[in-house]
């Protein structure tokens, strides 16, 4: 599991993932462009972090270890996710929606939800919706960002649930 590229429409394919690039082994939660860079990648993988490649894809940088702490991003994806989806706005900021690990009944929720406006240096924690959703293998979340004003929507297919936040 893990991470292939094609420089050459699909022709050929190259391991990125565990092969020195600084993107570890592993399965792979998420991956979007940047629309403001096209050259720019975001990756999630519970787990393991949140990943910024400026390159296509050549070389990453883990950039969940930007946001230490109890309720930060890196200690949620790390020690408390199932699942992890990135979406990213108009104006460039990268959003990050984790489902956390499940309780004693099997339920599992929205834990994490936070932007970052500068590509991942810096991240901000929004309020968490709580709301009801799967992780692995089932993967019932998404994840969307309207485009135009950075309204981020977060829904779980089963409960046919919706929820909008600004910021």
Partial sequence: MGLVRSTDAGAHWTRVSGSGTGLPAGAVDDLTEDIQNSSRLYLTSSGVGVFRSDDLGSHWLNISRNDLGDTGLN????????????????????????????????????????????????????????????????????????????IVRRSYARARAVQSLGC
């Fill in 75 to 150: 200690n949620n994806i790390l020690n408390f996710s199932t699942a992890a989806k990135v979406r990213v706005a108009q104006d460039g900021r990268a959003f990050v929606g984790i489902v956390g690990t499940p309780n004693h009944d099997g339920s599992a929720f929205v834990s994490y939800v936070g932007f970052s406006s500068d590509g991942g240096a810096h991240w901000t924690a929004m309020d968490a919706p709580f709301l009801e959703a799967r992780g692995k293998p089932f993967f019932h979340f998404s994840l969307s960002v309207d485009r135009s004003n950075s």
